[in-house]
């Protein structure tokens, strides 16, 4: 019989994740929560998995608060850890949404309590009254926090391009260009006020605040082009169709938001203590 904490870690450690932003940080809280678990009297257990959401959620959220303390001091634009993925992420739309960079982004502009609520509630299906007893408040407080969390997300979450195919369209004109340094091909392909954020964490060179405009965009992107031994190859990035660049030894990875066929925003993480995934294939699960 497998033991529900070998079953249900992939689980965990997306719910981390998603509270997280960090997949160092939600490797850790995951192996945290196995210490809980082989503590416990697990044939008291009723339901291993509510028990053990229950566990990984009051980790990930004592993590969260000393984390957003360290973020406040973060150099430039702080974005979350990029996680390679399969494309079968992408086939469940729901969870390729809300683990993509784009919506990570947006979370971060929660509170603690506000982002855990929303990620088990919204994301994982979890009863009120389960998330009332990990987070030690009453279900008509979390209700809530849910429905104020839930509006400001909607208020700040990016409209995506659902069909894969325009997706992939859009990345692979991207690509093209980005790889040729191509500038009128980029500007071709990025929508007119498209916006790049960057995040180099002061470790390596990046823009500190977000860059602007087809054509500023483009004549960055193709600058990078030309530096030596740049390549550009595709891949999954957060269940999403994005772009890894590598340059001499440098890597960074890009997630792309589409809209209409084209892209409307570039997340841009080139720190280098933030791509230790993307060379493993992160296991992501409902």
């Known amino acids: 019989m497998t033991d529900p904490f070998v ?12 509270m997280l932003g960090s997949a160092a940080d939600a490797e850790d809280v995951v192996q945290e929560t196995w210490l809980r678990w082989a503590d416990v009297d697990q044939a008291e257990v009723r339901d291993p998995r509510a028990y053990l959401v229950r566990v990984v959620t009051r980790q990930a959220l004592n993590r969260l608060r000393s984390v957003s303390r360290r973020r406040e001091d973060y150099i430039g634009e702080w974005l979350p850890e990029p996680l390679l993925t399969t494309p079968d992420v992408a086939e469940d739309v729901e969870l390729a949404e809300n683990v993509s960079i784009a919506m990570l982004t947006v979370l971060e502009t929660l509170g603690p309590a506000e982002r855990a609520v929303f990620v088990l509630h919204d994301v994982f299906d979890v009863p009120y009254g389960e998330i009332a007893e990990a987070l030690g408040k009453s279900t008509s407080a979390v209700r809530q926090i849910a429905h104020g969390a839930r509006e400001h997300v909607a208020a700040r979450r990016p409209r995506m391009q659902v069909d894969r195919a325009q997706q992939e369209a859009a990345v692979e004109r991207f690509l093209a260009a980005v790889s040729n340094g191509d ?16 995040d180099g964490g002061g470790v390596v060179p990046a823009a500190r605040k977000p860059v602007v405009g087809a054509e500023r965009v483009a004549a960055l992107l193709a600058r990078a082009a030309e530096l030596t031994g740049f390549t550009a190859s595709a891949t999954w990035v957060n269940g999403m169709p994005g772009v890894r660049l590598d340059v001499s030894g440098s890597a960074a990875a890009l ?18 203590h933030k791509l230790g995934w993307l060379d493993r294939v992160a296991e992501l699960r409902r």
Do not use: K, M
């Open 7 to 18: 079953s249900h870690r992939s689980l965990l450690f997306t719910v981390a994740y998603e």
């Open 183 to 198: 500038v009128q091909g980029l500007v071709d392909v990025l929508a007119p006020d498209v916006v790049v954020i960057s």
């Open 255 to 272: 997630s792309l938001v589409v809209e209409d066929g084209r892209i409307t925003r570039i997340y841009g993480i080139n720190n280098p």
